[in-house]
């Protein structure tokens, strides 16, 4: 059994937004528990039917299953399920590329940081994760990994994730290669650490698309508490890449 598990999930890619993130959180299945635990007794609170899927954007904007809650009462369950999060022993880790600021740049220089996918912006977003998550293990002794669960998805984004693990966990150039177990999906409506995963990623990518987009949307939105507490907890694992930051990248890397 794997030391650490890693739960992600992305906020996006599907929704033609004008920024794609990857964000989730990293512990052991101990402190796994403990967050499922409580998230699981808050859902049984919400009227959340069994095997009902559970979406961040569904919570906040009041859409099926949570329809029948009115705003008071949904920013008030939002409020717990973000403080689970925050109070858990768990590591937060996110990227966000702005996907017009990624194109316009060549394709060979997209490819330079994309392993060779120009069209797909959030493959640099899964890069970045892998990275970051293999590090929560630096402390751990030789041997020991980290295995990873994303959600249940068909289609591209399943497909450019697997792809990007085993590009990762194949290099041998990568020293921390070794820390990389496997790759799973689950359905989310099962595993309650995956709709956790949800809520980081949705607040990490409207954070990021409000603030460079939408500034005045972010002026009024970035007081929101969830967000500031989400922050305190990512620490300095949360990257977000514009132009400038791209073009950073893309000078550097050879």
Same mark, same amino acid.
């Given at each position: 059994m794997a030391a650490l598990v890693a739960y992600f999930d992305e906020s996006g890619v599907h929704d033609n937004k004008t920024a794609v993130t990857i964000a989730g959180l990293v512990g052991t299945e101990q402190n796994w528990r403990k967050l499922e635990n409580r998230w699981t007794a808050i859902l049984a609170k919400s009227g959340l039917a069994q095997g009902e899927a559970f979406h961040a954007t569904a919570l906040e904007g009041g859409r099926d299953p949570f329809h029948r809650l009115d705003v008071i009462r949904r920013g008030a369950l939002y409020s717990q399920f973000v403080n689970i999060i925050v109070e858990s022993s768990l590591i937060a880790i996110a990227s966000g590329v702005l996907c017009d600021h990624f194109m316009r740049f060549s394709e060979t220089e997209r490819s330079k940081i994309s392993h060779g996918k120009p069209d797909v912006p959030y493959f640099h977003c899964l890069q970045d994760f892998w990275v970051a998550a293999a590090h929560c293990a630096d402390t751990l002794p030789e041997g020991e990994?980290?295995?990873?669960? $994303?959600?249940? %998805?068909?289609?591209?984004?399943?497909?450019?994730?697997?792809? $990007?693990?085993?590009?990762?966990?194949?290099?041998?150039?990568?020293?921390? $290669? +070794?820390? %990389?177990?496997? %790759?799973?999906? +689950?359905?989310k409506e099962k595993f309650p650490a995956l709709q956790a995963a949800d809520l980081l990623a949705y607040e990490s990518r409207s954070h990021f698309e409000n603030k460079f987009h939408f500034p005045h949307v972010y002026k009024k939105w970035g007081q929101r508490s969830a967000i500031n507490s989400l922050r305190r907890t990512f620490g300095d694992r949360a990257r977000y890449y514009d132009e400038a930051a791209l073009q950073k990248l893309i000078d550097i890397v050879p």
């Amino acid at each position: 059994m794997a030391a650490l598990v890693a739960y992600f999930d992305e906020s996006g890619v599907h929704d033609n937004k004008t920024a794609v993130t990857i964000a989730g959180l990293v512990g052991t299945e101990q402190n796994w528990r403990k967050l499922e635990n409580r998230w699981t007794a808050i859902l049984a609170k919400s009227g959340l039917a069994q095997g009902e899927a559970f979406h961040a954007t569904a919570l906040e904007g009041g859409r099926d299953p949570f329809h029948r809650l009115d705003v008071i009462r949904r920013g008030a369950l939002y409020s717990q399920f973000v403080n689970i999060i925050v109070e858990s022993s768990l590591i937060a880790i996110a990227s966000g590329v702005l996907c017009d600021h990624f194109m316009r740049f060549s394709e060979t220089e997209r490819s330079k940081i994309s392993h060779g996918k120009p069209d797909v912006p959030y493959f640099h977003c899964l890069q970045d994760f892998w990275v970051a998550a293999a590090h929560c293990a630096d402390t751990l002794p030789e041997g020991e990994q980290i295995f990873f669960v $994303s959600d249940n %998805l068909d289609g591209g984004f399943r497909d450019n994730a697997d792809a $990007s693990f085993k590009a990762y966990k194949n290099d041998t150039n990568w020293p921390n $290669s +070794r820390r %990389l177990d496997d %790759l799973v999906f +689950r359905p989310k409506e099962k595993f309650p650490a995956l709709q956790a995963a949800d809520l980081l990623a949705y607040e990490s990518r409207s954070h990021f698309e409000n603030k460079f987009h939408f500034p005045h949307v972010y002026k009024k939105w970035g007081q929101r508490s969830a967000i500031n507490s989400l922050r305190r907890t990512f620490g300095d694992r949360a990257r977000y890449y514009d132009e400038a930051a791209l073009q950073k990248l893309i000078d550097i890397v050879p």
